[in-house]
């Protein structure tokens, strides 16, 4: 168990609706970081949150957007959900401060969620 | 470009023998490089992590990774592999903004 929490396990919905996968980190992590793994692209980087605050972006859809909160849980928001969208979504957290040396720690990833678009 | 090459989808050993999983990087200044396995429906586990120091890097379940940086290469080894440690194993590289960049894994069997 990583201590990294994601609710829910899975997800059935149809397309063009909204989705919200909710990930809770690890005590003491304040980075959060959102993947997607689907069979086509394997394993990609969506987007990094530290603190509350966005620090990375990688190839998240302008229908995606994700969010952290004070309590550092945090939410990925999926819309206008397409038949594509469907994969494994999974959350990771470390403890990574930029440029300090808890920036080379490794994530922790969560079970996922799987999503499936209809 | 991609960062981090796996070439071999799948790798199929007997158990009891030495398995490796390969791993090429290509990224400018230090690497840092991971490995991670991900079993049937779980997530990714974290086995070992390369930043700097020695080139051999111990890591959990008995498995150890080379770097080697005129190769800039990263293989993931056990000397004797498990059935148990049929799953999927991932290289990654941490790049800028400190997200990682995942090969496309490599499915490892071991047969009994």
């Known amino acids: 168990d990583s201590g990294v929490t994601q609710t829910p396990k899975h997800l059935i919905t149809a397309t063009g609706q909204r989705v919200t996968l909710r990930c809770s980190p690890r005590?003491?992590?304040?980075?959060v970081y959102w993947y997607q793994q689907s069979l086509d692209q394997g394993l990609q980087f969506l987007i990094q949150y530290y603190n509350g605050e966005e620090r990375a972006k990688g190839n998240i859809l302008e229908r995606f957007s994700a969010q952290q909160f004070p309590d550092l849980h945090s939410e990925l928001n999926l819309s206008s959900l397409e038949l594509g969208d469907s994969a494994l979504y999974f959350c990771?957290?470390?403890?990574?401060?930029?440029?300090?040396?808890?920036?080379?720690?490794?994530?922790?990833f969560g079970p996922g969620t799987r999503l499936t678009v209809l | 470009a991609q960062s981090v090459a796996q070439p071999e989808d799948q790798v199929n050993v007997a158990e009891g023998n030495p398995l490796t999983v390969k791993c090429t990087y290509s990224v400018s200044g230090n690497p840092y490089l991971f490995w991670y396995v991900q079993y049937p429906n779980r997530g990714l586990q974290f086995l070992l992590k390369y930043i700097t120091g020695d080139n051999l890097v111990k890591g959990s379940y008995g498995f150890e990774a080379e770097f080697n940086k005129s190769q800039t290469s990263f293989h993931l080894k056990k000397p004797s592999a498990l059935v148990s440690d049929s799953a999927l194993y991932f290289c990654a590289v941490r790049e800028k903004a400190y997200k990682l960049s995942f090969g496309a894994g490599t499915t490892v069997t071991v047969r009994a």
């Open positions: 005590s003491g992590d304040l980075s």
């Open positions: 990771a957290s470390s403890e990574g401060l930029a440029g300090s040396r808890s920036s080379y720690n490794e994530q922790f």
